[in-house]
T-cell receptor
Framework: DVKVTQSSRYLVKRTGEKVFLECVQD?????MFWYRQDPGLGLRLIYF???????EKGDIPEGYSVSREKKERFSLILESASTNQTSMYLC?????????????FGPGTRLTVT | GENVEQHPSTLSVQEGDSAVIKCTYS??????FPWYKQELGKRPQLIID?????GEKKDQRIAVTLNKTAKHFSLHITETQPEDSAVYFC??????????FGQGTRLTINP
């Protein structure tokens, strides 16, 4: 059973703070993803990674960065949090390769920036 | 890039009736179309998917149909039950395993 865990379920931060969101998967998946979920907008891809130390921008990368130093861990960094980054953040992983498309999601982190 | 449109945004049906959610996509090269279900307060989970070499796939009360010519695919839920109440997301794949999601449909089953 694939397990994707996220470091916090709820987080409250102040404007301008640096914020770290951690994601860990335990199934040796190649691919990892960070999304934000907002009502009426679905899941929008922020960044993704196909391999250790590799990262690619998604559809809304502005104001975010990522780090993947180990295969099982993918971190999302908000360099200077702003109120418009208040959202639900979901991490996901997928096996990769042929037919390894299914994405497994973590429980989400609800971030509030005040 | 790929764009996925999902309709309707909300859907309310009587228990036992059928529900249909529709999605259109823009990239003719897309070849994988999953549907995710997200119950209140929980993570999205894959419920069914279809690849472009297949026109229809069924799993008990749920089915997905794909029309590659028209670039649309649909989720069909028959004999709906209260536990089907959730938000449903369609998606299509863009490039190497990057999913583009629709906006979501909130399905409510009325007893």
């Amino acid at each position: 059973d694939v397990k994707v865990t996220q470091s916090s379920r709820y987080l409250v931060k102040r404007t301008g703070e640096k914020v770290f969101l951690e994601c860990v998967q335990d199934m040796d998946h190649e691919n990892m993803f960070w999304y934000r979920q907002d009502p009426g907008l679905g899941l929008r891809l922020i960044y993704f990674s196909y391999d250790v130390k590799m990262k690619e921008k998604g559809d809304i990368p502005e104001g975010y960065s990522v780090s993947r130093e180990k295969k099982e861990r993918f971190s999302l960094i908000l360099e200077s949090a702003s109120t418009n980054q208040t959202s639900m953040y979901l991490c996901a992983s997928s096996l990769g390769g042929v037919r390894g498309d299914e994405q497994y999601f973590g429980p989400g982190t609800r971030l509030t920036v005040t | 890039g790929e764009n996925v449109e999902q309709h309707p945004s909300t859907l309310s049906v009587q228990e036992g009736d059928s529900a249909v959610i529709k999605c259109t996509y823009s990239d003719s090269a897309s070849n994988y179309f999953p549907w995710y279900k997200q119950e209140l307060g929980k993570r999205p989970q894959l419920i069914i998917d279809i690849r472009s070499n297949v026109g229809e796939k069924k799993d008990q009360r749920i089915a997905v149909t794909l029309n590659k010519t028209a670039k649309h695919f649909s989720l069909h839920i028959t004999e709906t039950q209260p536990e089907d109440s959730a938000v449903y997301f369609c998606a299509s794949i863009q490039g190497a395993q990057k999913l583009v999601f629709g906006q979501g449909t909130r399905l409510t089953i009325n007893p």
